[in-house]
């Protein structure tokens, strides 16, 4: 069976989603993720999105955003971002999401706010970047709120790094205990799926090993792609490959083949 490594990221990612979830879902794989999981296992997994378009499947293809008649068309109810976010997100009430990364680091802390030549936790300021990026959108929000969520990201060097140039959303910040010091009342990252495997947190010093990684590569390839000195589980196994009934599934959801990239 042919497939992508975005497909194979987007169905591993998917297989972390429990049935009857209440769950908030950005555009692009992270939808292509979550509505896979509905579709495929998890019947009564209630989907929504940070402008308040709740239990919607898409129609005619992946939607190009939050509230396009794709994913509004055959919804549950409407509600704002205002509901979403400051009620089903910061009370504590969702139980998963899926963000994305251009930057993340070895607990877990996400960056899409900028690219620094000297980032601003180095210079002890803020300083505009390099590279300006789309900044956090909900994903702060959900990052401090949700009981638990999912990282996408382009398994690079350049990406997973030491320390993220400036967190957007919070994972486990330094480690440890650092979350509940904070107050925050959501978890933090249960996981990361990359396109070359997935990362968990150590349950005590909250930093991410490789758990298991993907048929296409191996133990070294993922180090040597990681900007930290990666642990690797002692239990460490390679993840199933899709399914035919998966990958239908899959692209069952994303009808277009939008978000079908080669590699």
């Not at 009620?87 to 680091?105: E, K, M, P, T």
């Not at 480690?175 to 509940?180: T, V």
Request: aromatic share 8%.
């Amino acid at each position: 069976m042919e497939y992508t490594k975005q497909e194979f990221m987007a169905i591993v990612t998917g297989r972390e989603i429990k049935d009857g979830q209440l769950i908030i879902l950005g555009v692009g794989l992270s939808m292509l993720a979550g509505y896979f999981a509905h579709l495929n296992h998890a019947p009564d997994l209630r989907p929504f999105t940070e402008g308040g378009v709740y239990g919607s499947t898409p129609v005619g293809g992946l939607p190009w955003g939050i509230e396009c008649n794709r994913i509004s068309a055959n919804a549950t109810s409407f509600t704002n971002a205002i509901d979403a976010l400051g009620f089903l997100v910061a009370s504590g009430r969702c139980d998963n999401a899926v963000i994305g990364a251009a930057q993340v680091d070895k607990f877990g802390n996400v960056n899409t706010t900028g690219i620094w030549e000297e980032p601003p936790w180095k210079l002890g300021k803020y300083v505009p970047p390099r590279v300006r990026l789309n900044g956090s959108g909900g994903a702060n929000d959900i990052a401090v709120g949700a009981k638990s969520y999912l990282i996408m990201a382009s398994h690079e060097k350049r990406r997973f790094i030491e320390k993220v140039d400036y967190i957007s959303s919070p994972g486990y910040l330094d480690g440890g205990d650092a979350r509940e010091r904070c107050g925050f009342v959501g978890g933090g990252p249960s996981a990361i799926i990359s396109t070359l495997g997935i990362l968990r947190p150590d349950p005590d010093t909250k930093e991410f090993f490789l758990d298991a990684y993907f048929p296409s590569t191996n133990v070294e390839e993922v180090k040597a792609s990681t900007g930290w000195d990666l642990k690797v589980s002692p239990d460490i196994k390679m993840v199933p490959e899709p399914t035919e009934q998966e990958l239908a599934n899959l692209r069952t959801v994303d009808t277009t083949g939008s978000l079908r990239k080669k590699g």
